[in-house]
């Protein structure tokens, strides 16, 4: 069957440290992946997409991987701050048809920084 | 500012009601979208349009209903015929084309007494 899991339901890490979330799939074959970050009461938003054929994407603190072999994302944030706290979901894109309609969502994984 | 503003933010209905969640958005995107989401899991795709008077069904289109009169607007109707109407929804636009990425509105709880 196809699933797609993040890592943990929770994350708790100190401050200064890296965060580093997990994205795992199994039967899907997505072009694209994307990750966003959802705060209580809120709607996601985008943060990085990242192609099949991209090893690694970075963005200021933030840096995906995409490993299709081991079909796998990995989402890190370096030098964490509390304000990073908040839930991350990573969503798979097979693709095809003309929008994002096709969009597989995980779960999301809750990030808590402590000071 | 461009975005996509979702209304009411909380409601609540009787069991037996419709009720209709408005999406407006001036991002000009062509694909709109809607999304539940329930605790413990992920967004699921109710309806989609990638443009005017015409939309798809989701995953979870019984029970709900969409219109797209408007480029702008996409509005979602909660019917009494959804079982388990209480959840939090989101509504979303995009461009047409990939990649590309989703624009989310503030979501609206929807409590069904």
């Known amino acids: 069957s196809q699933k797609i899991e993040q890592n943990s339901e929770a994350l708790n890490i100190q401050e200064g440290k890296t965060a580093t979330l997990t994205c795992n799939y199994t039967?899907?074959?997505?072009?694209?992946l994307q990750w966003y970050r959802q705060d209580p009461g809120r709607g996601p938003v985008f943060l990085l997409l990242i192609r099949e054929n991209e090893k690694e994407k970075r963005k200021e603190r933030l840096k995906v991987t995409f490993d299709t072999t081991l079909k796998q994302s990995l989402f890190h944030i370096t030098a964490s701050q509390p304000a990073d706290s908040a839930t991350y979901l990573c969503a798979l894109d097979m693709g095809y048809g003309g929008s994002q309609g096709n969009l597989i969502f995980g779960k999301g994984t809750k990030l808590s920084v402590k000071p | 500012d461009g975005g996509i503003t979702q209304s009411p933010k909380y409601l609540f209905r009787k069991e037996g009601q419709n009720v209709t969640l408005s999406c407006e958005q001036n991002?000009?995107?062509?694909?709109m979208y809607w999304y539940r989401q329930d605790p413990g899991q992920g967004l699921r795709l109710i309806y989609y349009?990638?443009?005017?008077?015409?939309?798809q069904k989701g995953d979870i289109a019984e029970g709900y209903s969409v219109s797209r009169e408007k480029k702008e607007s996409f509005p979602l109707t909660v019917t009494s015929a959804q079982k388990n109407p209480t959840a939090f929804y989101l509504c979303?636009?995009?461009?047409?084309?990939?990649?590309?990425?989703?624009?989310f509105g503030e979501g609206s709880r929807l409590t069904v007494l």
């Open positions: 979303a636009s995009s461009t047409v084309g990939r990649p590309g990425e989703l624009f």
């Open positions: 991002l000009n995107h062509d694909a």
């Open positions: 349009s990638q443009i005017v008077n015409d939309f």
């Open positions: 039967n899907y074959s997505p072009a694209y």
